[in-house]
């Protein structure tokens, strides 16, 4: 028979964990469904152990630019010890204490891997091959995450290379090592690799952090190559071979490198092969487009609503923190569906997910750090909105003097020249990923300039850059 329950939630990373732990606070009773270890990729794979490997050099960077503590600083980062902080940031590798956490919440857990059979039923297959059939009797979310793409590139695969996953578990560290890709994930792996003492050879189709404002992915290109970072802009990899240990990736140019490991930091996949979707009218391996409520394809749920997808797997927004942020409106607008409160009419509303559209932040923890919130000046102006904006030296703040003569950086502010509000932020430089929240708040906030002057920021802080940017808009 099988075993019911009000909300199945697939997949036990930091997002279905939200959505479970809203859902049964709101009342419900809920299962959560996952084949690796209880965390997710954030907490093993991505998020936690790449700060892990990242932060040493930030620390010891810190320590060398400022006068009085340089001259304490005589030793190298020491990869082992590196690796084995990693592995205490992992819990090495073991769910304990992510299990006892769902325990205590009064949640149950099924391992094994999940497929859908039909609207409201999962079928659970355990590693020994039995299996156990689940039905919800409210809805059944989605939240298995992403994978790195391997891009067709010829012998790549068979290179067996490395991904995100690879690059954050290692445990040696390569002498050499390619990473393809200038997004988020190469640069910071790449800057990570550089610290740990591998010769780094970056390869990126375009410039470094596209998508971003010009001057950050300048000014990370420019640290890393003072760091030793073979940085190739412009350029890419045509094929790859693999041969007693040495991997050769050829060059659009006809130029070849080797190294001994190659990073493919490309893009990402959704993890829906294998789910069942054809068994609820979907394909196997899309990304499932939802609904502010986070409910997958209205044809999908068309009477009764059931199907939800949060995270990842809705290509929404590719980040832990908006992921959880979705799982929280998730889990109360099942709540409220299921107790026929409607997030249509009633006060579940406040709920749903909207900041994923246009007010996204995040932090690439290269040297220096690249914050940003909203849209770039080039995004705006694409989307036909009227722009202004204020730029300024980081460097010129006095917050920046307690940085010695070190201090490499930029900021930007995006107005919507109409409304008078902020619309997007992008900090680049040493430590600003602490004053992103801020931005965040005045641009979903919708703050007028004009009020955004009486925020005084605090003397002498980094945050000082606010009275500067506004000041050099002239507006307010």
């Known amino acids: 028979m099988p075993e019911t329950y009000d909300l199945i939630v697939i997949g036990a990373g930091a997002v279905g964990e939200n959505v479970a732990d809203y859902a049964h606070k709101e009342g419900l009773g809920v299962v959560i469904v996952e084949n690796e270890l209880v965390g997710g990729e954030c907490s093993y794979w991505a998020c936690m152990p790449s700060k892990a490997l990242l932060r040493p050099a930030t620390a010891l960077r810190g320590a060398r630019h400022v006068s009085g503590a340089k001259q304490a600083v005589t030793g190298r980062i020491d990869p082992a010890a590196v690796l084995a902080r990693r592995d205490a940031t992992v819990a090495n590798y073991d769910d304990e204490g992510q299990v006892a956490w769902l325990q205590s919440a009064g949640i149950d857990l099924v391992r094994g891997t999940a497929r859908l059979d039909g609207p409201k039923r999962v079928v659970v297959t355990a590693l020994d091959g039995t299996e156990v059939v689940l039905e919800a009797g409210a809805a059944v979310a989605v939240a298995t995450g992403s994978s790195a793409l391997i891009p ?10 490395w991904t995100s996953r690879e690059a954050t578990s290692a ?14 994930v190469g640069a910071e792996m790449a800057t990570a690799y550089t610290s740990l003492g591998s010769h780094v050879t970056l390869v990126v189709r375009r410039g470094l952090l596209g998508g971003m404002e010009p001057f950050a992915g300048e000014l990370v290109a420019a640290s890393m190559r003072e760091a030793g970072t073979d940085l190739r802009l412009n350029a890419s990899i045509t094929k790859v071979v693999r041969e007693h240990g040495v991997v050769t990736a050829t060059l659009d140019d006809g130029s070849t490198i080797e190294a001994d490991e190659i990073l493919v930091a490309t893009g990402r996949t959704p993890n829906t092969q294998g789910l069942g979707l054809a068994s609820v009218r979907l394909e196997d391996g899309d990304w499932l487009p939802v609904d502010d409520t986070l409910l ?9 609503p ?19 942020y979705q799982a929280r409106a998730a ?6 569906r299921f107790k026929d409160e409607s997030p249509d009419t009633g006060p579940w509303t406040r709920f749903t997910a909207t900041a994923d559209h246009a007010t996204v932040p995040q932090v690439t923890f290269t040297d220096p750090e690249v ?16 722009v202004r904006v204020a730029e300024y030296d980081i460097s010129r703040v006095a917050g920046a003097s307690v940085y010695d003569d070190a201090y490499v950086g930029r900021a930007k502010l995006v107005i919507d020249d109409e409304r008078d509000v902020p619309i997007g932020a992008t900090f680049a430089g040493y430590d600003v990923g602490e004053m992103l929240h801020s931005a965040t708040i ?3 906030g919708e703050i007028p300039l004009q009020r955004l002057w009486h925020a005084v920021p605090s003397y002498p802080t980094l945050s000082e850059i606010w009275l500067r940017l506004l000041e050099t808009d002239g507006r307010a």
Do not use: C, M
């Open 171 to 184: 445990t040696e560290v390569p002498g050499r090592l390619i990473v393809l890709g200038g997004g988020v």
């Open 442 to 444: 005045a641009i979903a």
């Open 306 to 324: 059931w199907l939800y997808a949060v995270g990842d797997v809705n290509h929404r927004a590719l980040l832990t923190h908006q992921g959880k």
């Open 296 to 304: 997958v394809d209205a044809a999908t749920n068309a009477e009764d």
């Open 331 to 336: 889990g109360r607008v099942i709540a409220a």
């Open 152 to 161: 067709p590139i010829e012998g790549l695969e068979e290179a067996k290379p």
């Open 371 to 386: 914050a940003s919130v909203g849209l770039t000046e080039a995004a705006a102006r694409t989307a036909g909105t009227a």
